[in-house]
Each structure stands twice: as structure tokens, then as C-alpha cells.
């Protein structure tokens, strides 16, 4: 079975600085990977995901991550952080190929973000 | 689109009670999700639906918890009896085949609280 491992519980950042967020995986193959994003008291909302092909991936709101096989890795950057940017993220896998259906998810990062 | 729609938003129960959550999908959208977020255990899948039909329901925690999919557009969540340790968030998420079934489009939640 798969598992996602995000490191870091809480990261606090000055607003304009860069931001990294952790994100290690296990899985017998490559599999699908996603990171989405959870404000207060809503939903999850999908930043971006990586199927195949280029393993730097740009998403919503200027994210990026990379996907990184020999390390089980899918990290989240932004190289300058907004206040709105302060939320909790997720980092989540699929089996990938037909039937992927079943999301996992890693455990989260709470990002504060200092005026 | 209005996004998935959940009700209600809040829930107050007391133990034992039974409690209805319902969805509305995307339309369109022929997978239908139901989550669990806690502290303790992350976001876990419950079961998810396609077309209206079960697919995979081995992520209810024991059979105090039921859902239905009796058309495209609700499904419903149900404790019966609710304990204590149910209160969680309930999320439920639509997806479309040409997204793909990964990617997955979250309401805003229920949050429940049993006492």
C-alpha cells in the first residue's frame, strides 16, 4: 500500500521569502502525485499534480514542485510568499494506471505566513 | 458551476443519534467521494461511488456508517448510531473521466461534532 510522509507539522515564513514544502512517498512503481490546499474552514483545492513526462510541474496561485524518483520525493516551492498563501497543504498519491482512483493522503503542512 | 455542495455545514448531535450528510456533486461528474479529516488520522477515504454505484466501501470504518448514491446528483453519508469518536470533518469530492479520476473537486465540508 502507498503512504505519504510530509515531514514538517508547521512552517512559519516572512511574507516575500521563498517557501519549500516536503513531501516523500511509498510506492512499488511511480505513482500519480498530488498537492492540494486547504484554507480555513473550506475544501480542498488542487494546486497540481504530476502524472509522467517533465518532473517540474507548474501549478495554480505560481507553485511548482518537483518530482524527484531516486528520492521518493515531490516537494512544493513557491519562490515568494503571499500572505493569502497561508494555509495547510496536503501532499497526496494514486496508484498509478487504470483504477487510480484512491487518493492517500500525507498528513499536511500548516503554512504561517509573518507580514 | 456552483462546486460540490455539502449540507449541512455544521452538525450537533449527541451520542447515539443518527445523522444524515448529504452531497451534490459537479455535474457531470460520475465519481462521487466521501473523506473523513481528523486530527489524529489525516484524510481518510470512506468509500467512493461511479455512476451511482459503490465501488470501493472498504474505508467505512464498521457498519454504523452508511452511503447511497440513489442518483447522479446527492449521495448521503449516515451514522447510525453516532459515538463520540465520529466528530470529524466529512468531506465529500466529484471527479470527471476527462480529468481524470484523480482529480478530484472537494465541498466545503461538514463538520461533526457528537457529544
Known amino acids: 500500500a502507498q503512504s505519504v510522509t510530509q515531514p514538517d507539522i508547521h512552517i512559519t515564513v516572512s511574507e516575500g521569502a521563498s517557501l519549500e514544502l516536503r513531501c516523500n512517498y511509498s510506492y512499488g512503481a511511480t505513482p500519480y502525485l498530488f498537492w492540494y490546499v486547504q484554507s480555513p474552514g473550506q475544501g480542498l483545492q488542487l494546486l497540481l499534480k504530476y502524472f509522467s513526462g517533465d518532473t517540474l510541474v507548474q501549478g495554480i496561485k505560481g507553485f511548482e514542485a518537483e518530482f524527484k524518483r531516486s528520492q521518493s520525493s515531490f516537494n512544493l516551492r513557491k519562490p515568494s510568499v503571499h500572505w493569502s498563501d497561508a494555509a495547510e497543504y496536503f501532499c497526496?498519491?494514486?496508484?498509478?494506471?487504470?483504477?487510480?482512483?484512491?487518493?492517500?493522503f500525507g498528513k499536511g503542512t500548516k503554512l504561517s505566513v509573518i507580514p | 458551476d456552483a462546486g460540490v455542495i455539502q449540507s449541512p455545514r455544521h452538525e450537533v448531535t449527541e451520542m447515539g443519534q443518527e445523522v444524515t450528510l448529504r452531497c451534490k456533486p459537479i455535474s457531470g461528474h460520475d465519481y462521487l467521494f466521501w473523506y473523513r479529516q481528523t486530527m489524529m488520522r489525516g484524510l481518510e477515504l470512506l468509500i467512493y461511488?461511479?455512476?451511482?454505484?459503490?465501488?470501493?466501501d472498504s474505508g467505512m470504518p464498521e457498519d454504523r456508517f452508511s452511503a447511497k448514491m440513489p442518483n447522479a446528483s446527492f449521495s448521503t453519508l449516515k451514522i447510525q448510531p453516532s459515538e463520540p469518536r465520529d466528530s470529524a470533518v466529512y468531506f465529500c469530492?466529484?471527479?470527471?473521466?476527462?480529468?481524470?479520476?484523480?482529480?478530484?473537486?472537494f465541498g466545503p465540508g461538514t463538520r461533526l461534532l457528537v457529544l
Open positions: 461511488f461511479n455512476n451511482n454505484v459503490p465501488i470501493d
Open positions: 497526496a498519491v494514486a496508484p498509478s494506471g487504470a483504477g487510480s482512483y484512491q487518493l492517500t
Open positions: 469530492a466529484s471527479s470527471y473521466p476527462a480529468g481524470g479520476p484523480e482529480t478530484q473537486y
